[in-house]
């Protein structure tokens, strides 16, 4: 055990820092679920891709810097730091691209990863159906191979991103006569197919970051299958294992959160109620936690380990320290918390106002925590299927 | 950066498990309740056998020399088989501290007869009214004076020269005494800033091995309440299999799995002695305590009545969390020190987020 930083770290930090200060919009951007905050979102993904700072611990190959995992986390710490905008493409190059990496062929690997690191194919996940949400091995929407293509039909829905987006990735029953699990498969298909219907879906804060997805007869070709037939659930276990886990939920994003709820205590001490004060320092615990987790399951990585239903507690603990955190800040805010960020009071304080809505959006995607406790129940803890 | 044990420790880890789940068998550790010391001296041998008495112990005192970072899984392995014996007011709290304070006369007539298994010792702070195990211990280290410079003191005291009042406590295991002394030249051994730094981190240390025992007492609670789930059955099926079980054990989980990260980096801090120490013990201690109360109450659900028996063994360790849990400071008070150090002196770092570039 060594928690100190190397010098060949603290050098990897100093740069990251560095491009990062010359290059983050001094603005934030508008929101990415709108036409024009998606544009700008996908410019800064190229900016990124520019400066190699897309993919830091993808192979050069694919546009990264092949570092490890640390020095990931170093860089998302910087990321975080710097305040710079979210990731447009977060569904692509979190969850499909390690996906690729494990299952894609090499035609497919270079096809994807690279415009993926670059944000010229921004990605939309679609898993979920209309009657297939917790129990997705329930899913309907059909692939029928035919000849070198297959036909998809079907609905997919709360696939996020999906109104702007460029490409979508989902599973389809390839074999009509599978139950559950059995006869899926992992298909990548462009949203402007033809056939392909997109009707996006208003959210809680009235923006629509999703959408349904109708399938009616689109044609893609067989090479956009990922893994082999039949093999989709568990290629989608390991990406929801990469969403659930490590990749998508950098603890830096926490960390960031705990300290503008700890600098927004410090201004609102003097007439905060007391009560509030161990919340505050709760949540700044949880996120450290949180933290120092993920650098235990880094250096396990790192030295050969693997990450299996543990992602599972991860999912739980991260997803209930963001609504902590969140109700925590509105509860400092009091009257002020309820104001929407153009009012002509609220300042700063909209942010938390968003950031509590989506907080609430945590414990119900990526399989819901209901979900996530059976996981732990069974498979860590040994208890009987229902 | 690695935040990861080495195979040699894991593998002491393991060892020091097998070696407990056949010592501390829950029937032996009931007839030793009933016992007037509540310990045993043969055990207390066998425990230096396995090298666990002289971890700390430098190696020109015939000890292993090693640090929290060695230790604190063999806590957590202490903790998880309820051991009944001194070794957290011993190994992780008595010997660093005569160590840092005694002379070497003090030191060479102690810490041999520790790692040998021929001698015990605890440790008493200001701040905690009562000394543990103070009856086996035959050198007691205690805080004199008040908490400034100028009167704070350790004093290094035979059991032979102090009153001990037995305060029987909820834990069947526990030995909770009050020590009535009257400090003298003779037994001081430290004073001023070097008294009072010893001192609080000999608290540390306290307060560090008692998350660390918290965590492994945790984890057993909830592996027994999963155990259980999984015989009991109504309605014709294992109890295990509803998701209200389910559920709450999977809650219970999650918080230990996440004080165990937090523990073994307050161990390093102790370790290395770097300006995080206090926040990280704190938070250690807390996180760990609030673990196990958890488990304990979870646990207690899952079993129903049977588990509210003195004869079903589950209270052999639901009674240690609740005793562990208000000793050392409890979980407000160690909150409440990290909530000084992060909001209102100039905020304390956040693990990798603060660093600097």
């Known amino acids: ?386 | 950066m690695e935040l990861l044990f080495t195979d040699d420790q894991l593998a002491f880890q393991e060892s020091v498990r097998g070696f407990l789940q056949k010592e501390c068998e829950p029937e032996r550790l009931r007839k030793l309740w009933e016992t007037e010391s509540g310990r045993s001296p043969e055990f207390w041998a066998k425990l230096a056998e396995m090298g666990i008495l002289g971890m700390t112990a430098p190696e020109e005192h015939g000890g292993l020399g090693m640090n929290e970072v060695d230790l604190v899984l063999v806590l957590e392995e202490i903790g998880r088989a309820a051991l009944a014996a001194p070794v957290a007011e011993t190994v992780a709290v008595g010997v660093p501290l005569l160590a840092a304070c005694g002379s070497p006369a003090l030191q060479a007539e102690w810490i041999p007869k520790v790692v040998a298994g021929e001698a015990a010792l605890s440790f008493g702070h200001a701040d905690t009214p009562f000394v543990h195990d103070a009856h086996v211990a035959d050198l007691l280290l205690l805080h004199a004076g008040g908490r400034t410079d100028s009167d704070i003191a350790v004093h290094a005291v035979p059991r032979g020269d102090v009153t001990l009042v037995h305060e029987p406590g909820n834990d069947p295991a526990g030995r909770l005494y009050r020590v009535e002394w009257q400090p003298s030249p003779e037994t001081r051994i430290a004073t001023g800033a070097v008294a009072g730094t010893a001192l609080a981190l000999a608290f540390d240390r306290a307060a560090l091995a008692a998350a660390a025992q918290l965590v492994g007492i945790a984890q057993q609670l909830v592996d027994l309440a999963a155990h259980y789930a999984t015989q009991r059955e109504q309605f014709g099926r294992p109890i295990g299999s509803f998701q209200a079980i389910k559920h709450m054990l999977a809650s219970v989980q999650v918080r230990v799995e996440f004080a165990r990260p937090v523990l073994y980096r307050a161990a390093w801090t102790v370790a290395e002695d770097t300006a995080e120490r206090m926040v990280a013990v704190s938070h250690a201690k807390a996180a760990a305590a609030e673990a196990a109360i958890l488990a304990a109450r979870t646990a207690l659900q899952v079993h129903g009545a049977i588990g509210y028996t003195w004869e079903v063994d589950l209270h052999i360790w639901m009674k240690r969390a609740w005793a562990l849990d208000v000793a050392w400071g409890t979980r407000l008070w160690h909150r409440a020190r990290i909530g000084r150090a992060v909001l209102d002196d100039s905020a304390a770092p956040s693990f990798g987020y603060s660093a600097r570039a």
């Open chain 1, 1 to 386: 055990m060594d928690l100190t930083f190397t010098p060949e770290e603290d050098a990897f930090r100093r740069e990251a820092r560095g491009w990062l200060e010359a290059h983050v919009p001094a603005k934030p951007l508008p929101s990415m679920d709108t036409a024009e905050g998606f544009a700008a979102h996908r410019a800064w993904e190229r900016t990124l891709n520019d400066g190699r700072w897309a993919m830091v611990s993808w192979p050069e190959a694919y546009g990264g810097r092949g570092v490890n995992l640390i020095e990931w986390l170093i860089f998302e710490e910087e990321y975080f730091r710097a305040g710079a905008p979210g990731r447009v493409n977060q569904n692509g190059i979190f969850l499909l691209g390690p996906t690729l990496m494990d299952y894609g062929t090499d035609a497919q690997k270079a096809r994807h990863l690279p415009r993926m690191a670059a944000g010229e194919d921004v990605w939309a996940q679609g898993w979920s159906e209309p009657n297939a949400g917790s129990d997705m091995a329930a899913i309907r929407a059909t692939a029928r191979l035919d000849g070198d293509h297959y036909v998809l039909n079907g609905q997919k829905t709360w696939c996020s991103r999906a109104v702007f987006a460029d490409w979508i990735f989902c599973i389809f029953r390839t074999d009509p006569e599978s139950q559950r699990h059995r006869g899926l498969t992992f298909i990548l298909v462009p949203l402007d197919a033809e056939g392909v219907k997109v009707r996006p879906i208003a959210q809680l804060d009235g923006e629509t970051g999703f959408a349904e997805v109708f399938f009616d007869d689109v044609h893609v070709p067989v090479e956009n299958r990922l893994g082999d037939e039949g093999a989709g659930w568990r290629v989608a276990m390991a990406t929801a294992g990469f969403e659930r886990g490590l990749m998508l939920r950098s603890p830096a994003r926490f960390q960031s959160t705990a300290a503008r709820l700890v600098a927004l205590y410090k201004d609102e001490a003097e007439q905060a109620d007391p009560a509030l004060r161990d919340a505050v320092v709760r949540a700044w615990m949880d996120a450290e936690a949180y933290c120092l987790n993920t650098y235990r399951t880094v250096s396990r990585l790192m030295s050969g380990g693997s990450i299996g239903a543990e992602a599972s507690l991860n999912k739980i603990f991260w997803s209930e320290l963001d609504v902590h955190m969140h109700e925590t800040a509105l509860s400092l805010l009091e009257a002020r918390g309820q104001l929407l960020p153009h009012a002509p009071d609220a300042g700063n304080v909209g942010r938390w106002l968003d950031g509590y809505l989506f907080s609430l959006a945590g414990p119900i995607y990526a399989g819901t925590n209901e979900i996530q406790r059976n996981v732990i129940a069974e498979r860590l803890l040994g208890l009987p299927k229902a």
